[in-house]
């Protein structure tokens, strides 16, 4: 079956992983993290690379892991979710924010925060794998995520220009998914070899807000 928003974990329990973990983000961060991390990295990698920002921001150290088991495979299920969710045919993939209950400045804030994540992973991924630029569209879809993330937080957004938004970001991602897909699954190239980001497009930072896991 493929996956839904709602097979993935409450935001309560994400959050209690999280912060168990002493990790200084929210659900929506930390969901943006893995999703440009699996846009610019095989699935494995982009994992590894993932717990590895998680622990590292949490300041934990490795031996400490074993007392945080249940929060360490809360965080796994989660992420091989967002994984299939991601890949699923009937593109059910959605990025994870705040229900509408919510007031709209926790829910702006909350995209903010998810594409500043995917920027951050994207740079990441990117960073490993060449010198080469990334393709023109992901370099558009890229700018304007950073603005979703540098601009300043309205209340005054209302519905119709969130749901647009929203919907701008996850169309934004499966693109760039399907643009960098086929070059790390080129088995012609070694590795993780292939687009990364370069001159005024390089990342992370590039909006000017701090990078979001240091």
């Known amino acids: 079956m493929s996956p839904t928003t709602d097979a993935l974990p409450d935001d309560g329990a994400i959050e209690q992983a999280l912060e168990a973990l002493g990790v200084p983000l929210g659900a929506a961060e930390a969901h943006g993290l893995a999703c ?23 300041g934990l150290a490795p031996e400490s892991l074993v007392g945080h088991t249940g929060a360490l495979r809360a965080l796994e299920a989660w992420f091989a979710t967002t994984d299939e969710a991601l890949n699923s045919s009937d593109l059910t993939f959605e990025p994870r924010l705040p229900d509408d209950e919510q007031p709209m ?35 558009e879809i890229v700018r304007d995520l950073q603005a979703i993330d540098g601009a300043q937080r309205d209340e005054r957004v209302d519905e119709a220009d969130y749901a647009e938004l929203v919907e701008y970001v996850r169309v934004g991602v499966l693109v760039v998914l399907e643009e960098l897909r086929p070059v790390w699954q080129d088995p012609q190239r070694a590795g993780d070899a292939g687009p990364a980001v370069d001159g005024a497009d390089a990342l992370p930072g590039a909006t000017g807000r701090d990078a979001p896991l240091h």
Do not use: H, I, M
């Open 36 to 58: 440009g991390l699996l846009c610019s990295l095989s699935g494995s990698r982009a994992k590894s690379r993932w717990f590895s920002e998680l622990v590292e921001a949490g």
């Open 105 to 139: 400045a926790q829910r702006t804030d909350a995209l903010a925060d998810f594409c500043a994540g995917f920027t951050y992973g994207l740079g990441l991924g990117s960073a490993r794998r060449g010198n080469a630029s990334l393709p023109e569209d992901t370099r």
